[in-house]
Structure formats: structure tokens, C-alpha cells
């Protein structure tokens, strides 16, 4: 049996910020954002945006372009570890908003930016089980990067969701759930008490501990499907928490496969993968999934049918190192979906708007319920503990 990504959407917040701007306000050199970290801009959140918005529009761009039904969905996954609610998952929200049949299984899942590779592939399980009977799963990783105003991680923040029509047959990227190495450890590299809207990280340590899981779950692989190698790969894509992690974690995979030199492979296998991101920032668990969406974009090469390496980690810690086979047309099929039109269409903040907006999020679960134009999934407050959302169609 054939499985895999069948189609993707994307979503961004409407609001970013050049990391430039953040450098200059913070008094450090521009180049150490934009060239020590490789990221350049960031996504932003405005109040009437959430995890569930991000989820729900992604989901709705992945349906429309797939041409898949709401009934033809069977399995409704959402990743995340900025979850809305901690017991209603962020995936009953998306299932209202897209109006997802009622015969399906829905719930969330979350490790960390694990989270959303955990669902896929679960998803994909699922369908070479036989227990889908025909029907679709729609995997969505959605997750707002928050760590706080004039930390070391500010500049690594982002917002956004990737989703993932997985099934039968797929058109964009072939997966066999086998053909993957897994690494888990318990570490407190990164973490968000239940009581905290911004995350905690020892930073340095964090880097070393994706390495180390990078590592583990390359080894894994290579024991369980000797014989394919990274640096065979058409391309790779890696986790992106900012440009720079993508660099190093490819210098290790390549030192690991014997190659004295890894920098030099870096722009040819990995270079196209990490436009996008590198404009929205760390998107947590869609990460490597916009990443992948780069990759297809952009490329200049063309990968129809070529073998592809793809790096999921999420810090606590669990790491999986797979492979996958780029379907033909599957390029022009993802170019078409015109994600860089979309990232240009957002609104670049002055920094004092930036600051704004960040304080304004911190009194989001308390908002009162306002109108608004229901243009899009927009989040319009809290009525009674209860979150409200609207929907273009309503
Ligand atoms: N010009 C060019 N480069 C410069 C520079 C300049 N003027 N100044 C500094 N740099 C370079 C540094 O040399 C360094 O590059 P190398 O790593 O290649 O040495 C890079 O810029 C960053 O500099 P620092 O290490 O000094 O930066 P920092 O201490 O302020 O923090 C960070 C960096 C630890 C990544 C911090 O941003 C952070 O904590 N981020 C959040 C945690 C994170 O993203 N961890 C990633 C692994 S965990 C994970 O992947 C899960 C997840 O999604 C969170």
C-alpha cells in the first residue's frame, strides 16, 4: 500500500517582524539574528488569532486543496504545545470550525514540536492498518513561539500551522511509517509550566540535546534500514527552530555518514528548505512540516521521485530521523499553492507595535467577546470559560 502526504495548507499569522528591527530595539548587532541565528522575520500573532484559528485556516487550505470533503476525514489530529484548553483539545475546535463529519476520531497530541509527527504518524498507521476503510486523516501542527519580551529566545519566536492531508495514494511525499529511526530521553531542555505563557529553555543545552537526539534517532535508522544514507538524499529538511540549528544538525548527520566537509553539501540538500521558515520563525511543531513546504516550492531542482531525509525533534525529548519519496508533480503542485504571496501579504510591525501586541496576548484567555467581521477563523473572546470563535462561512 501507497501512504502519505496527500496535500498541505499553510497558515501564518497577518502580523511579523523584521529581526532587524527586534536587534536594533534590543541593542544587538543585526547580524547575529540574521546571520548567526538565519532568521530574518517572525510571525506575530494578533489578538484575534490562536493556536485554533492558525489550526482551523491551515486545515481549511488543506481540505480545498486536496478536494477533500469534511466526511471523507476519518482521523482529525491536531499537534500542538500551545494548547488552548487543558482538557477540550484544540482538534474539537478545528472539527466545529470545518465542519468534520461527526464519525471520526478527534484529539490532540503533544510532545513538545514532537507533537505533530507523532499524529502523522500515527495517521499513517492507521491507514496501512486497514482501519480507515477508505478514509482520510487530516494532521494539523499549529503552535504560537512565545518566550518572552528581552530573553535569548525572543528572537526564536513565531507562530503558524502546517496541515497535512495524510491517505492513500498521496500526491506530495510517499511514507512508510517503517522507514524511520526513533530517539527518546528525559531532559529538561525546554519546557512550559502549566501556570506560564512563555516557555523556559537553558538555550545552549537545548542545542546540544536536538544534536543528541539527532544523533540517537539517526543511528536508529541506519539499523533498521541499512543501506539509505542522508547524504544520498535528494534533499533533507530538517527542524527549524531558526536557520542556523538546520546547519548544524546537518554537519552532524553528514560527519556521521563519513563526510570530512558536510558544510558544502549545505546549500544543495538542505538551502531550500529553510526560505520560509527563515521568514516565519519557529513555528514549534509545523516546523519541520514548513520546512518540507519549502522544499517544494522552491527547489530548482527536480526532485519527482527522489528520496528525501526529514528530522522531527521535540525537547523533553523525543527525536525520529524517516525518509520519503517526493511524488511526481508533486513540486508544481505546492508552488501553485502560493505560500510566498501569502507570507508577503502580512503586516510588518514597528517595534513599539510589536510590543504592543506581545503584551496584549497576555490577557487573551480573559478577553471579552467582541464582534467581528467574519472574514476568517477569528477567535473573539471568552464568554463564560467558554472560548468563541467564528468562521467565514458563518
Ligand atoms: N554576527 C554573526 N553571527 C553572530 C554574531 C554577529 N554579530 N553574534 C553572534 N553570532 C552567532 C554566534 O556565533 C552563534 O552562532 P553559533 O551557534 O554558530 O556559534 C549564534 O549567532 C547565536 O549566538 P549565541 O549562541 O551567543 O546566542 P544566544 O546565547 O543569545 O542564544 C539560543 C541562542 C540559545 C539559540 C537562544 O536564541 C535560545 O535559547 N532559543 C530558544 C531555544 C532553541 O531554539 N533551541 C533550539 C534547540 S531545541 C528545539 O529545537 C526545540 C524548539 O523548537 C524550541
Not at 538524499?233 to 548527520?253: D, I, N, T, W
Request: net charge negative.
Amino acid at each position: 500500500m501507497r501512504t502519505g502526504i496527500d496535500g498541505l495548507g499553510l497558515a501564518v499569522p497577518s502580523l511579523c517582524i523584521d529581526l532587524e528591527t527586534l536587534a536594533k530595539a534590543r541593542g544587538v548587532a543585526p547580524a547575529k539574528y540574521l546571520d548567526g541565528l538565519g532568521t530574518w522575520r517572525m510571525g506575530i500573532a494578533p489578538i484575534d488569532e490562536d493556536t485554533v484559528t492558525l489550526a482551523a485556516r491551515a486545515g481549511h487550505m488543506a481540505l480545498e486543496s486536496t478536494g477533500t470533503k469534511e466526511d471523507d476525514i476519518g482521523l482529525l489530529i491536531v499537534g500542538t504545545e500551545t494548547a488552548v484548553d487543558h482538557s477540550k483539545p484544540v482538534a474539537s475546535f478545528v472539527q466545529g470550525l470545518l465542519g468534520i463529519g461527526r464519525n471520526c476520531r478527534v484529539f490532540e497530541t503533544k510532545h513538545a514540536c514532537y507533537g505533530g509527527t507523532a499524529g502523522l504518524m500515527m495517521a499513517l498507521d492507521w491507514i496501512r492498518s486497514g482501519s480507515a476503510r477508505g478514509k482520510k486523516a487530516l494532521v494539523v501542527c499549529s503552535d504560537i513561539a512565545r518566550y518572552g519580551l528581552k530573553t535569548a529566545g525572543e528572537p526564536t519566536q513565531g507562530a503558524g500551522a502546517v496541515a497535512l492531508v495524510v491517505s492513500e495514494n498521496p500526491r506530495l511525499v510517499e511514507l512508510d511509517p517503517s522507514q524511520s529511526g526513533q530517539y527518546a530521553i528525559d531532559v529538561h531542555d525546554f519546557w512550559r509550566p502549566l501556570y506560564s505563557k512563555d516557555a523556559h529553555v537553558d538555550g545552549h543545552y537545548s542545542v546540544q540535546c536536538y544534536l543528541d537526539a539527532l544523533s540517537g534517532a539517526y543511528r536508529h535508522f541506519q539499523q533498521l534500514v541499512p543501506g539509505v544514507r542522508a547524504s544520498d538524499c535528494a534533499a533533507l529538511a530538517y527542524h527549524v527552530p531558526y536557520g542556523k540549528m538546520a546547519r548544524k544538525a546537518h554537519r552532524q548527520v553528514r560527519a556521521m555518514d563519513g563526510d570530512e566537509n558536510p558544510d558544502a553539501s549545505f546549500d544543495v540538500q538542505v538551502g531550500a528548505s529553510l526560505v520560509l521558515p527563515a521568514q516565519v520563525g519557529n513555528i514549534y511543531t509545523g516546523s519541520l512540516y514548513l520546512a518540507l513546504a519549502s522544499l517544494l516550492a522552491t527547489s530548482v531542482k527536480n526532485l519527482d521521485g527522489q528520496q528525501l531525509g526529514l528530522f522531527s525533534y521535540g525537547s523533553g525529548s523525543c527525536a525520529e530521523f524517516f525518509v520519503g519519496t517526493v511524488v511526481p508533480g508533486a513540486q508544481e503542485r505546492v508552488h501553485a499553492l502560493g505560500l510566498q504571496a501569502m507570507l508577503d501579504r502580512r503586516r510588518v510591525l514597528s517595534f513599539d507595535e510589536y510590543e504592543q501586541v506581545m503584551k496584549a496576548r497576555e490577557e487573551l484567555d480573559v478577553r471579552p467577546v467582541e464582534q467581528a467581521v467574519a472574514d476568517d477563523f477569528r477567535f473573539l473572546g471568552v464568554d463564560s470559560h467558554r472560548r468563541t470563535y467564528v468562521s467565514p462561512e458563518a
